[in-house]
């Protein structure tokens, strides 16, 4: 048995361990039990949300009969998004939230997300201890009976508090006469991003909200905005909104279908942000993957920029650390930390839109910000996990960053929830770039390829 948490909760194949009805119910036990502990409550609260894979029905009834078995009581929340179950675990007054979701992965994977009474992800250190306790399996229950046993519930109102609180963050700002186009991933938001949107006065075209339990992120939403594109030159759209499958993330693309991504949005909202005095320190938080041109439209507006390691928590630690309100990856990834304290796809796209409308100008203008160096991604089935700096291949890593110099860069780095190995390279020649990854990734396949 391996280790089960990787970047951003527990994730996998549904019904293939880690991911199995045996397992979960042993993490529900773990987590019923830890957070029992901390509380020093007799029954603690979880609330339990899901994306809308069909795996989730297993899932959720596993986890739930596992904390109701350590004599805790549970929340059913149903299909919301992940920023939803971190908002109503602190709305609910419960002590700790869980999300059934694999994100922007395939159908067939899910996954397990926990964040604490006050709506952040858990530290390392409790998903540590989790883990232990799963892989012990010393959790035991045979004296929890009668009264004791916890009981699940269903929530009625999630929606609309969810509603009411994503309109709120930004003031229920009227949206009339935008047109905007709106890709819900076949996800999570299916059932919430076309209403608030409506609801702020805009007209919505949706797309991909039917979903099946088999088609989330089924070539469509923020991984597969194509379709969007689409439709926004089409039908003549101020906008499009792609979100992903647990709608923690967010890809626009301008009235021209041009893509505009997560360095972009961050990019146009820490100015907008600074002129108006709310860009608090006046920092920004992104990861290593952000865009060298980030950088230097950042560095022209006088904005100074945090990187951290790749992964929203690791953002949203470094802003908690240092009181910074923005911050945010280039997949969408992106925390407005007045308003949340997760990565919200939604409450991120209308802020945004708060732009558009305050500044009275196209989102085509606005991106002009930032002028994104090319960049290539390369990414490859490992069979392991091999320290980089040991391979052969390395040499040919050093290489092309020799060559780049200070006119590009060459990050390569293994994914934390899947077996895959991702090559970035940055440079003037788009050509180039994308023959020295192919060459980075040919080499290490020779090594350590599936």
Same mark, same amino acid.
């Given at each position: 048995?391996?280790?089960?948490?990787?970047t951003d909760g527990i994730r996998g194949v549904a019904n293939v361990y880690p991911m199995t009805p045996e397992v979960v119910l042993n993490i529900g036990k773990a987590v019923a039990h830890i957070f029992k502990e901390r509380c020093g409550k007799k029954?603690?609260?979880?609330?339990?949300?899901?994306?809308?894979?069909? /795996?989730?029905?297993?899932?959720?009834?596993?986890?739930?009969?596992?904390?109701?078995?350590?004599?805790?009581?549970?929340?059913?929340?149903?299909?919301?998004?992940?920023?939803?179950?971190?908002?109503?675990?602190? /709305?609910?007054?419960?002590?700790?939230?869980?999300?059934?979701?694999?994100?922007?992965?395939?159908?067939?994977?899910?996954?397990?997300?926990?964040?604490?009474?006050?709506?952040?992800?858990?530290?390392?250190?409790?998903?540590?201890?989790?883990?232990?306790?799963?892989? /012990? %399996?010393?959790?035991?229950?045979?004296?929890?009976?009668?009264?004791?046993?916890?009981?699940?519930?269903?929530?009625?109102?999630?929606?609309?508090?969810?509603?009411?609180?994503?309109?709120?963050?930004?003031?229920?700002?009227?949206?009339?006469?935008?047109?905007?186009?709106?890709?819900?991933?076949?996800?999570?938001?299916?059932?919430?991003?076309?209403h608030i949107l409506s609801e702020l006065g805009a007209e919505v075209i949706v797309l991909n909200n039917k979903p099946t339990g088999l088609n989330i992120n089924l070539n469509c939403g923020a991984v597969h905005p194509e379709k969007m594109m689409e439709?926004?030159?089409?039908?003549?759209?101020?906008?499009?909104?792609?979100?992903?499958?647990?709608?923690?993330?967010?890809?626009?693309?301008?009235?021209?279908?041009?893509? #505009?991504?997560?360095?972009?949005?961050?990019?146009?909202?820490?100015?907008?942000?600074?002129?108006?005095?709310?860009?608090?320190?006046?920092?920004?938080? #992104?990861?290593?993957?952000?865009?060298?041109?980030?950088?230097i439209a950042m560095e022209k507006k006088k904005i100074k920029v945090v990187k951290t390691k790749v992964g929203d928590r690791h953002v949203v630690d470094e802003m908690r650390k240092k009181g910074y309100v923005l911050g945010g990856e280039q997949s969408?990834?992106?925390?407005?930390?007045?308003?949340?304290?997760?990565?919200?796809?939604?409450? /991120?796209?209308?802020?945004?839109?708060?732009?558009?409308? %305050?500044?009275?100008?196209?989102?085509?203008?606005?991106?002009?910000?930032?002028?994104?160096?090319?960049?290539?991604? #390369?990414?490859?089935?490992?069979?392991?996990?091999?320290?980089?700096?040991?391979?052969?291949?390395?040499?040919?890593?050093?290489?092309?960053?020799?060559?780049?110099?200070?006119?590009?860069?060459?990050? #390569?780095?293994?994914?934390?929830?899947?077996?895959?190995?991702?090559?970035?390279?940055?440079?003037?020649?788009?050509?180039?770039?994308?023959?020295?990854?192919?060459?980075?990734?040919?080499?290490?396949?020779?090594?350590?390829?599936?």
């Open positions: 048995m391996g280790k089960l948490f990787g029954k603690p609260k979880f609330v339990i949300g899901k994306d809308t894979r069909l /795996s989730g029905y297993m899932l959720e009834s596993a986890i739930a009969s596992g904390i109701v078995s350590v004599g805790a009581d549970v929340l059913l929340i149903g299909p919301m998004p992940t920023p939803a179950i971190a908002h109503l675990t602190k /709305s609910l007054n419960a002590d700790a939230g869980i999300v059934l979701s694999a994100s922007h992965n395939p159908a067939e994977d899910n996954g397990i997300k926990i964040f604490s009474e006050d709506g952040h992800k858990l530290p390392d250190n409790l998903e540590d201890e989790i883990e232990k306790y799963v892989l /012990s %399996e010393k959790v035991k229950t045979e004296h929890v009976k009668g009264s004791l046993i916890g009981k699940t519930y269903r929530v009625d109102d999630a929606k609309g508090r969810y509603i009411e609180f994503v309109k709120a963050s930004v003031k229920s700002m009227s949206l009339r006469g935008l047109k905007i186009v709106l890709d819900c991933a076949n996800g999570a938001a299916y059932n919430t991003a076309p439709v926004v030159k089409k039908k003549r759209a101020d906008i499009g909104i792609a979100l992903d499958g647990d709608a923690d993330r967010v890809i626009v693309c301008d009235e021209k279908g041009k893509i #505009v991504d997560g360095d972009h949005i961050i990019a146009i909202c820490a100015i907008e942000m600074k002129s108006n005095g709310t860009l608090k320190k006046n920092h920004v938080v #992104v990861t290593i993957m952000a865009n060298k041109g980030f950088d969408g990834h992106i925390i407005f930390s007045n308003y949340s304290t997760t990565g919200d796809g939604i409450i /991120s796209a209308l802020q945004l839109l708060k732009v558009i409308k %305050e500044r009275r100008e196209k989102l085509s203008i606005l991106a002009e910000c930032m002028k994104s160096l090319p960049q290539v991604l #390369v990414n490859f089935e490992v069979k392991e996990k091999k320290d980089i700096r040991m391979l052969k291949a390395y040499k040919d890593i050093k290489s092309a960053e020799l060559k780049l110099g200070e006119k590009g860069r060459v990050l #390569v780095r293994y994914s934390g929830t899947q077996n895959l190995c991702r090559i970035m390279i940055e440079g003037e020649n788009k050509k180039a770039i994308r023959r020295t990854a192919d060459d980075i990734a040919k080499a290490m396949k020779r090594e350590i390829g599936a």
